[in-house]
């Protein structure tokens, strides 16, 4: 390339990345980047920020933040942005093996509290006397206790819930989202909004005084 030559340099952040706590956010940690081979290395390892304890488990990287370092390291650049203006940075410890105990102990609490609400609700429909008559009406016969249309009932709403909720254990039958699957999403997306939002204000915050300086 010709010398006075400006180099573009092609940049899309990540909505959201984990890193190890304590260690330094670099830029290939939290965007792709396009650019002439001779600076792409330089700018993959470029450091964004170097994040301490006190600072939290979240940090937000504004674009303008990345823009900024970029140029303070090669001037001649040219920085064209694509995509979100924002990242968010969670800093996570070291994943710990799960207890089996407080797994058995959290599915059996879970179990037992979706069987006793599956068992309220029937109470309340007065689903016992429901199933006589529908019994009755499709045999001719009154039977008092019709435990082969129960069974047959219980069978099928536990094969409905497995269908509905796309899942069994690691098992899914298709590539569709679950609607728990969905709700996560939304909670996590919400979350992320607040806390960039919140971010946000504290950075507005920590510059009002100099900008008050400067009036």
């Known amino acids: 390339m010709e010398k006075g030559t400006i180099s573009p340099v092609y940049?899309?952040?990540r909505k959201q990345v984990k890193l190890p706590i304590g260690a330094p956010v670099r830029l290939g940690d939290i965007a792709r980047i396009l650019a002439d081979p001779r600076y792409e290395k330089e700018l993959l390892g470029l450091i964004m920020d170097r994040p301490e304890y006190s600072d939290g488990n979240l940090i937000v990287i504004d674009m303008l933040q990345v823009i900024a370092c970029i140029l303070r390291k090669f001037p001649s650049l040219k920085v064209e942005v694509l995509g979100e203006p924002h990242?968010?940075?969670?800093?996570?410890?070291r994943e710990?093996?799960?207890?089996?105990?407080?797994?058995?102990?959290?599915?059996l609490l879970l179990f037992f509290g979706a069987g006793l609400t599956i068992m309220?609700?029937?109470?309340?429909?007065?689903?016992?006397?429901?199933?006589?008559r529908i019994v009755e009406m499709i045999t001719g016969e009154r039977d008092e206790h019709p435990y082969l249309f129960q069974?047959?009932?219980?069978?099928?709403?536990?094969?409905?819930?497995i269908i509905f909720f796309n899942h069994l254990f690691k098992k899914k039958w298709n590539e569709e989202p679950?609607?728990?699957?969905?709700?996560?999403?939304?909670?996590q997306e919400n979350l992320n909004q607040y806390v960039i939002a919140e971010e946000y204000e504290k950075m507005r915050r920590s510059e009002a005084p100099g900008e008050e300086k400067r009036h």
């Open 178 to 187: 679950t609607p728990l699957e969905v709700e996560m999403y939304l909670y």
């Open 96 to 107: 710990k093996k799960p207890s089996i105990s407080l797994f058995v102990l959290v599915w």
């Open 120 to 132: 309220n609700f029937h109470a309340d429909v007065s689903m016992p006397e429901v199933q006589v």
């Open 151 to 161: 069974l047959a009932y219980s069978v099928g709403l536990g094969l409905g819930m």
């Open 87 to 93: 990242v968010l940075v969670e800093m996570i410890t």
């Open 11 to 13: 940049l899309r952040l």
